[in-house]
């Protein structure tokens, strides 16, 4: 993966976990602001969107093989919001959430 591959996916995964964030309603992560909050969408859109490839590609067989390209934008949005739900639901179960 060159350098321009990375910032590509670093940008889809951060605008695909601030779109996931913004229709998950009560995410656990709402609390957060700035450069973590960034990093928490980042984070959350990228393993969306290898969520969203493989149920896509890997299961229903409709995609391309490029992981993070801007064209699979959907369904790294479902994967993000299937992600986001999951870790908030882990998280208010752990009781990790802040007072």
């Known amino acids: ?4 591959s990375l910032i590509a996916a670093l940008l889809l ?9 913004a229709l998950v309603p009560g995410d656990a992560f709402r609390h957060m602001s700035g450069p973590a909050s960034w990093a928490v969408s980042t984070g959350l859109g990228l393993l969306g969107a290898l ?4 149920i896509f590609t890997g299961l229903l067989g409709i995609g391309d093989e490029d992981k ?3 064209g699979g934008i959907v369904g790294a ?3 993000a919001i299937i992600v986001v739900v999951a870790a908030s639901a882990i998280m208010k179960r752990s009781g990790r959430l802040p007072a």
């Open 68 to 70: 993070f390209d801007w």
């Open 13 to 21: 995964g951060l605008v695909v976990g601030a779109i996931a964030r």
């Open 1 to 4: 993966m060159d350098i321009g």
């Open 77 to 79: 949005v479902i994967g």
């Open 51 to 54: 969520l969203g490839y493989w």
